[in-house]
């Protein structure tokens, strides 16, 4: 199972971009779906994740109030609006997904990781 992030580019701050992840296989159906993001020089840090089953989401505190995860009309299909954005947002984002139980606080509670996209605030 492939994921494929889209939507990344550069803002000033105080702006918003819009992430999108799919999975390219569209039979894969997983239970948890987040955004994680890591900035040079940077440990991988959970954005926010998605509960796919019930739709309860949990944000990072560094973004609550500013980002917002949510499901898309597609089956595995998450996006990621980013609001006020500021120069320390700026990273490469990633989408990931997991079968079982995960945490945002544990990249490696996740099995499946897209490619990234580039987000840059100046």
């Known amino acids: 199972v492939q994921l494929v992030e889209s939507g990344g580019g550069s803002v000033q701050a105080g702006g918003s971009l819009s992430l999108s992840c799919a999975a390219s296989?569209?039979?894969?159906?997983?239970?948890?779906i987040a955004w994680f993001r890591q900035a040079p020089g940077k440990e991988r840090e959970g954005v926010a994740h998605v509960y796919t089953t019930d739709g309860d989401t949990y944000h990072a505190d560094s973004v609550n109030g500013r980002f917002t995860i949510s499901q898309g009309n597609a089956e595995n299909t998450v996006y990621l609006q980013m609001n006020n954005l500021q120069p320390e947002d700026t990273a490469v984002y990633y989408c990931?997904?997991?079968?079982?139980?995960?945490?945002?606080?544990?990249?490696?509670?996740?099995?499946?990781w897209g490619q990234g996209t580039q987000v840059t605030v100046s």
């Open positions: 990931a997904a997991s079968d079982l139980r995960a945490s945002i606080h544990s990249a490696s509670t996740w099995s499946y």
């Open positions: 296989d569209y039979t894969y159906s997983s239970n948890y």
